[in-house]
């Protein structure tokens, strides 16, 4: 995966700015996706979150990273993670997550 590839950022804010809920929903649609991943799905020997779905913080909010490859692999869990937000009525950006500084 190239570190410039917008991904989509699911944010834990709601249009209208309010906090969205459960305070883990981020974990949770990151867990439920985890089986999708290069590769294809493995062993549960050890909980792992998928490097296509990743829960995060961005400055204090709760967020899921969504990259593109996602949408080439697996169109059908792409749309889930994508109706999720848009059930929910959750801000997305398109943006690229660069890595940190050492």
């Known amino acids: 995966?190239?570190?410039?590839?917008?991904?989509?950022?699911?944010?834990g804010k709601t249009r209208d700015g309010r906090t969205f809920r459960p305070s883990d929903w981020a974990e949770r649609l990151a867990g439920?996706?985890?089986g999708f991943r290069?590769?294809?799905?493995?062993?549960?020997?050890?909980?792992?979150?998928s490097?296509?779905?990743?829960?995060?913080?961005?400055?204090?909010v709760k967020c899921v990273v969504v990259h593109p490859a996602l949408r080439e692999a697996e169109p059908m869990a792409w749309d889930f993670?994508?109706?999720f937000a848009r059930d929910n009525h959750l801000q997305t950006v398109e943006a690229c997550l660069l890595p940190e500084r050492p």
């Open 51 to 60: 490097p296509w779905c990743v829960p995060t913080v961005l400055e204090g």
């Open 32 to 34: 439920v996706m985890s």
């Open 1 to 11: 995966m190239e570190s410039t590839d917008k991904q989509v950022f699911i944010l």
């Open 38 to 49: 290069p590769g294809g799905a493995r062993k549960p020997s050890a909980l792992s979150y």
């Open 81 to 83: 993670c994508m109706n």
